[in-house]
């Protein structure tokens, strides 16, 4: 069965900052590959940052040079290391597993900024 797990999430002031992590389980996670999406109230579920299984990255346009995406493959993990947060960031942040025909989701995480 396979589980992603998110933590990190949670309330930070405009400027802060935050990391998110995944642990994922029942799955071959080097083949995948990881994305963080988020989704506002009101809104539809959008692409925050993807990482290829061979480390290739790619961003929001609105998230570039704040959020960084990584992956820890012996640990099973992907993380968002997200800076200089604004309140428009308020979202319910989803990790994405994806490789051919699979595709999986975590439970989403909040991350709340206000001051």
């Known amino acids: 069965q396979v589980q992603l797990v998110e933590s990190g999430g949670g309330l930070v002031q405009p400027g802060g900052s935050l990391r998110l992590s995944c642990a994922a389980s029942g799955l071959i996670f080097g083949v995948y590959v990881m994305s963080w999406y988020r989704q506002a109230p009101g809104k539809e579920r959008e692409l925050v940052a993807r990482i290829t299984s061979s480390g290739s990255t790619n961003y929001a346009d609105s998230v570039k040079g704040r959020f960084t995406i990584s992956r820890d493959n012996a640990k099973k993990s992907v993380y968002l290391q997200m800076a200089s947060l604004k309140p428009e960031d308020t979202a319910v942040y989803y990790c994405?597993?994806?490789?051919?025909?699979?595709?999986?989701w975590g439970q989403g995480i909040q991350v709340t900024v206000s001051s």
């Open positions: 994405n597993a994806r490789y051919v025909s699979s595709n999986y």
